[in-house]
Structures are given as structure tokens and as C-alpha cells.
């Protein structure tokens, strides 16, 4: 999928791309942040639909690396910097700007992590334990093979919303006491032993092990405290008017992208606990297509990723940002 007049490389091509860049409206001369760089799909499409610029942000140093192409075709409008995009107020900050008029994060592990089967992402390629986006600090293997019984329990249960997280859990801490865990198939083999496959004439169901990869993922690279961290971040930084447009791709994202939406915009009664109880917090975004938006049946056909993915946004008011405190965002968010 390509737009006029683009002849760049293929690309991985974002889920929701044309919802997202309808829901930003760039103009010419706006700056926008892009703080989950990738594969670049959503950059490219914005540098094409106007003459913006684009600071595209990507904690992956491979990802900066690819997308050095897509600077040389844009040397004046495309700025990659390698980091996490929670720290993109100053990221913007030292690229010498005061507030940017759009934000967009595609939330979670890139299709480009998930084909490399030596970044350790997927249950369904082998390669080593590792999920580390930044490829730096604690691995998906440390955690498996060092954390007491209960701790690992509870991030199972809590980040996979894992109904089976005691069982998965006490055979992981069996098993590791023979042979540490290396492989992603290695441990994958071991929670479908554990939990067995459900019978086929029940329909289609997912992998046993996806929400336990799912919830050492997010716990390696602390998800949902970046992703809480820099919804604040945005809210700081968007101009009056800006818009931001968050693409989610399972519950426990899309909660915390809701419930800022909520809050931000007037929809939840109670001012934030950090604020005295006597101030009524003006709201500081107007959500935009409230209840989110969802890919069509065309969309998914061509990409079945795109099934479980949601588009959630917010234009900017004048109001000042609200009191942040991450317990607001709930105890997912703490646990990261």
C-alpha cells in the first residue's frame, strides 16, 4: 500500500495507516512526532501527505539503522533519534522546538521484532530468550530463570492476564532447576505441555504460550509505564489544537490509552487524586472517535494483526496538563 508519488522501498505497513493519518490531519509546516518509528510506515505517510517535518523516535537501534534511507529522502524534514518515547518532551527539546502540533505511537512489539526470530519476541521462530528492545539490560531469560516462584505468578497473571499463571509458573521454576531456560522454543514447549492445546473442534484459538510472551515482554521493556509516561509527556507538549493518535493492540494498552482519554477529557467525574478536591481540572483533550476505531474486514484480510488493534485520539485544548502520578494509571503500571 503506497501512496501518489511514493517510490521508497516496501515497508511493513502500519495497521490503521490511513485512519491514523486522517486523525492527525497534517498540514504543512507542523512537526509531529512519531514515537514509535519501526519500519517507518506511519513517517513516510506523513511526509507524504504534507510538507511537514517528522521526529520519529525508536528505543530499537536496528530500526534507526534501517530508516537511514528514509532520512536521505527527506534530509529536511525527517529527524531519527534512537530513544524511548517517553522522553520525547525533551527529545523535541533539544531539537530546539517548544510543543509540536501531533504525536502518534503505535503501541507494543514491531512485526519487524517478530520476524527476527534472534531478538526472542515469538513463540513461533526460535532464537534466544531475549525480548530486549533496546537489546540492553534484564532479558525475557533472566526472568525466568532467576525470579522467585511468585513474582513470576504475578506478572504472568497480571501483564498476560493469564488464568493460568500458578501452573506455568511452578513448572517454569521445575523445570529451570534442570536446565536454565535459552530458547524461545524451549520455553514455549514447556507451557504448551503445561497447559495443552484446546481440542480443534472448539474453533480457532491462540498459542498457550502467547499471553506469557506477551507478559515477559512487557515486563523486559516496561511497557506500560512508558506508554503511561509518555501520554503524559504528549499531553505537555502538544500545542493547543495538536492532536495524538494512539493504536493499541490488547487490553491492558488499550485501558490505560482509555482511561487518559477519559480523564483528560472530562468523561471521568472525580478530579485526579493529586489535585485538591476542591479544583475542578479543565478538561485538556476533546476525544476524538470515542469508542475507538477498528480495521474493516479489508484491512484484516490483508493483515490479521490488524484484528485485535485500536485506534484511540485526542485534540488538544488550552487547559494546562493535569496532575500525573502513575498509580492513576492502574496496577498494571505500577508492576512495570
Not at 525508536?58 to 529527524?79: C, F, K, M, T, Y
Not at 479544583?279 to 490483508?302: H, M, N, T
Not at 494546562?320 to 492513576?328: C, G, K, N, V
Request: negative net charge.
Amino acid at each position: 500500500m503506497t501512496r501518489s508519488g511514493d517510490h521508497t522501498p516496501d515497508l511493513h505497513i502500519p495497521v490503521l495507516l490511513d485512519p491514523v493519518v486522517d486523525v492527525l490531519r497534517p498540514g504543512d509546516g507542523d512537526i509531529i512526532v512519531d514515537g514509535t518509528f519501526g519500519a517507518g510506515g506511519y513517517t513516510r505517510a506523513l511526509l507524504n501527505a504534507a510538507l511537514c517535518k517528522v521526529i520519529a523516535i525508536d528505543r530499537d537501534p536496528n530500526a534507526i539503522a534501517a530508516g537511514a534511507w528514509l532520512v536521505e529522502q527527506h534530509p529536511d524534514r525527517l529527524s531519527l533519534v534512537q530513544g524511548r518515547f517517553s522522553d520525547m518532551e525533551q527529545i523535541v527539546a533539544d531539537a530546539g522546538l517548544p510543543h509540536v502540533d501531533a504525536i502518534v505511537l503505535d503501541v507494543g512489539v514491531s512485526s519487524m521484532q517478530l520476524d527476527e526470530g534472534e531478538r526472542g519476541f515469538s513463540f513461533m521462530r526460535d532464537g534466544p530468550l531475549d525480548m530486549r528492545m533496546e537489546q540492553r539490560g534484564t532479558s525475557a531469560a533472566d526472568i525466568v530463570n532467576e525470579f522467585e516462584e511468585r513474582d513470576l505468578r504475578h506478572i504472568i497473571s497480571v501483564l498476560g492476564e493469564e488464568k493460568r499463571a500458578f501452573a506455568i509458573a511452578r513448572a517454569i521454576t521445575k523445570r529451570r532447576v534442570q536446565e536454565p531456560f535459552a530458547t524461545t522454543l524451549d520455553l514455549a514447549a514447556l507451557i504448551e505441555a503445561t497447559l495443552g492445546r484446546p481440542p480443534k473442534h472448539k474453533g480457532p484459538s491462540i498459542h498457550p504460550a502467547t499471553r506469557t510472551f506477551q507478559a515477559l515482554r512487557i515486563f523486559v521493556n516496561a511497557e506500560l509505564k512508558e506508554l503511561a509516561e509518555a501520554l503524559v509527556a504528549a499531553e505537555r507538549l502538544l500545542a493547543p489544537g495538536g492532536r495524538l493518535a494512539i493504536v493499541t493492540f490488547h487490553s491492558l494498552e488499550d485501558r490505560i490509552v482509555k482511561r487518559f482519554l477519559h480523564q483528560r477529557s472530562g468523561r471521568v467525574a472525580r478530579p485526579s487524586r493529586h489535585a485538591p478536591a476542591a479544583i475542578e481540572l479543565a478538561p485538556s483533550f476533546e476525544e476524538l472517535a470515542r469508542g475507538g476505531i477498528v480495521a474493516d474486514e479489508e484491512e484484516i484480510s490483508r493483515n490479521p494483526r490488524a484484528r485485535s488493534a485500536r485506534l484511540r485520539a485526542g485534540r488538544r485544548t488550552e487547559a494546562a496538563p493535569h496532575p500525573f502520578a502513575l498509580e492513576d494509571f492502574g496496577r498494571e503500571v505500577s508492576l512495570c
